[in-house]
T-cell receptor, first 113, second 112 residues
Framework: DVKVTQSSRYLVKRTGEKVFLECVQD?????MFWYRQDPGLGLRLIYF???????EKGDIPEGYSVSREKKERFSLILESASTNQTSMYLC????????????FGPGTRLTVL | KQEVTQIPAALSVPEGENLVLNCSFT??????LQWFRQDPGKGLTSLLL?????REQTSGRLNASLDKSSGRSTLYIAASQPGDSATYLC???????????FGQGTRLTINP
């Protein structure tokens, strides 16, 4: 059974903290994605990666960075968390880039106080 | 601007009914269209993926169609069950945008 896992389901952080969200997939997919989901705004693409050490900005990369040192792991980093980054964060992976993230993780609900 | 629209935002039907969820998109240069299901507080589960060369895909009680000329896709759910209650999202991947663009979703409630 294919799986995308995320390191935490719920996370509470303070403003200004550095936050790491981890995503691991076991399907040997080349492409991985980070989205955030907010009521009324839907899903928005933050960053994606189509290969190890490669990254591309999505629609809303400001305030975020990513790291992909291994094929199976894609990390989202909030350098200095702010309250407007309180959101549901969803990681996804796909074999074919055009699938755009066919397999999603369970999500991390991040609250920044 | 590329847009994906799902109407209605919410739908409530009695158990056992057949129903159709709608998705419309503005960019006809579509590569594929996906339907996802999302349960409250959870991630997305891919239900069906339709390539641009296909007209429909079926999985169990679900059937998704794609009409590029009219910019529409529908998700047909047969013999609905309370367990089908969830938010259903469609997303298109186009050659121009080179990314998935999601609709806002339809929140479906099946009443026993």
């Amino acid at each position: 059974d294919v799986k995308v896992t995320q390191s935490s389901r719920y996370l509470v952080k303070r403003t200004g903290e550095k936050v790491f969200l981890e995503c691991v997939q076991d399907m040997d997919h080349e492409n991985m994605f980070w989205y955030r989901q907010d009521p009324g705004l839907g899903l928005r693409l933050i960053y994606f990666s189509y290969d190890v050490k490669m990254k591309e900005k999505g629609d809303i990369p400001e305030g975020y960075s990513v790291s992909r040192e291994k094929k199976e792991r894609f990390s989202l980093i909030l350098e200095s968390a702010s309250t407007n980054q309180t959101s549901m964060y969803l990681c996804a992976s796909s074999f074919h880039f055009a699938a755009g993230g066919g397999f999603f993780g369970p999500g991390t609900r991040l609250t920044v106080l | 601007k590329q847009e994906v629209t799902q109407i209605p935002a919410a739908l409530s039907v009695p158990e056992g009914e057949n129903l159709v969820l709608n998705c419309s998109f503005t960019d006809s240069a579509i590569y594929n269209l996906q339907w996802f299901r999302q349960d409250p507080g959870k991630g997305l589960t891919s239900l069906l993926l339709i390539q641009s060369s296909q007209r429909e895909q079926t999985s169990g009680r679900l059937n998704a169609s794609l009409d590029k000329s009219s910019g529409r896709s529908t998700l047909y759910i047969a013999a609905s069950q309370p367990g089908d209650s969830a938010t259903y999202l469609c997303a298109e991947f186009t050659q121009g945008a080179q990314k998935l663009v999601f609709g806002q979703g339809t929140r479906l409630t099946i009443n026993p």
